[in-house]
């Protein structure tokens, strides 16, 4: 804060400026009652009066530069270190018994919840970079294992085939065979979906029609539920502009949101995927009438690995997430046990720079 130069006068002289007029206020009426009164020694009186009083007033001076000048300057020393990032300042003046003290015991109070502030951001901020640290290269490995079992297993995929194949229409292995092959696809898909978690494909962005995407991932999603009595209904917005997009990945993230509310609904029901748009966002939502969330799922919902199902990757919403934040969106979730679910994908009609950027598209 800036204040113009020549207004500032200092503390002492308006401190002064009223004593003084005081001291020079209390010597006329001095003088002008000894005049009416006829006092024969004023001279004397007057001058031993006036000392006294420029004594107190000399005194009480002295007294508020030491209490109150002293530590106000102190404390100005002070902030001052504090800005330039030193936690370790404290005021020496903390333990008087008075206001100022107060003052002091405050501001040395203030400097220690600063202090404790920036250990726990120091400490937090050391521990999520080892855990980074951790996970990449538990990343790297998982994903260089995946990506060599991926091979044999499509051998062994190749070989079970052939074999069920020769088998008669009658044997009784083959009850065996098919779950032996759905067993594989499910190896297959969790290799997958951990090669793809790992080392995700670069986005590839371009202006095209989003309800043209969805409803791709919709029909893929109405694919798994033929045989189920699920309805899944489609609300497109017919006035949506261009939205700058991957189709692919897009797509990819809508059918995870799908298949889980599929996943999500035991007997029968409901799922509607709808598309509208706010402020040059646009957004698409699934809603299902599932089982919905356990409240205490919320917080890990989209850490990869997080999965309550048997058969889950846990990695689907982890992808949602890195796709939709890649599109420089986001995704909410909102839930009611027992009731249902929605999940809500928010994407920018068009990029954002700096998303651009690291795209490396213009
Ligand atoms: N629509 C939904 N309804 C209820 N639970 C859901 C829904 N979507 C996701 N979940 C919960 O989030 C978890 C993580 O989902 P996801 O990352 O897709 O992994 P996966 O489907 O392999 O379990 C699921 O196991 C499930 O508990
Ligand atoms: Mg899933």
């Known amino acids: 804060m800036t204040t113009m130069p020549g207004l500032r006068i200092r503390w002492l002289l308006k401190a002064i400026l009223p004593v003084a007029a005081v001291l020079v206020g209390g010597v006329a009426v001095f003088l002008w009652v000894s005049f009416s009164l006829a006092i024969p020694e004023w001279r004397t009186v007057l ?12 005194v009480m001076l002295v007294a508020l530069v030491v209490l ?3 530590p106000i300057l102190e404390l100005q020393e002070k902030i001052a270190r504090l800005q330039e990032g030193d ?7 903390a333990g008087r018994r008075d206001e100022i003290g107060d003052l002091g015991r405050h501001f040395n109070e203030m400097v220690a919840q600063l202090r404790q502030r920036r250990e726990e951001t120091h400490r937090v901020h050391q521990a999520e970079m080892s855990r980074a640290e951790h996970l990449a290269t538990l990343g790297e490995l998982a994903a260089g294992l995946a990506h060599e079992l991926r091979n044999p297993l499509a051998g062994i995929a190749g ?7 020769e088998l008669p229409e009658t044997s009784p292995s083959r009850e065996i065979w098919k779950e032996v092959r759905l067993e594989i696809q499910q190896i297959q898909k969790i290799l997958n979906d951990l090669l793809e978690y790992a080392r995700p494909r670069p986005l590839q962005f371009l202006l095209a029609d989003l309800n043209a995407t969805a409803e791709q991932a919709l029909h893929l999603a109405r694919q798994q539920v033929r045989s189920r009595p699920i309805i899944i209904e489609f609300v497109r917005d017919s006035r949506l502009p261009l939205v700058e997009h991957d189709a692919s ?10 298949l889980n509310a599929v996943q999500a ?5 409901r799922i509607e995927m709808r598309i509208e748009s706010q402020n040059h966002l646009a957004m698409v939502s699934v809603t299902d009438t599932g089982r919905g969330i356990d409240p205490s799922h919320l917080p890990s919902l989209f850490r990869p690995f997080f999965t309550t199902k048997g058969q889950g990757t846990g990695l689907g919403l982890s992808l949602a ?5 890649g599109h420089g969106g986001s995704i909410e979730v909102s839930s009611v046990l027992g009731k249902g679910s929605r ?3 928010r994407v920018p009609f068009r990029k954002r720079p700096a998303a651009a950027a690291a795209a490396g598209v213009k």
């Open 321 to 325: 997430q890195r796709i939709a934040e």
């Open 87 to 93: 936690l370790t300042v404290q005021a020496s003046f």
């Open 159 to 165: 070989v079970v085939e052939v074999l069920g194949q």
């Open 265 to 269: 609904i035991e007997a029968e029901g």
């Open 249 to 258: 990945q897009i797509q990819q993230l809508l059918l995870n949101l799908l």
């Open 68 to 70: 109150i000048q002293r």
């Open 343 to 345: 999940f809500v994908l």
């Open 47 to 58: 001058l031993v009066a006036a000392g006294g009083a420029v004594a107190i007033c000399c």
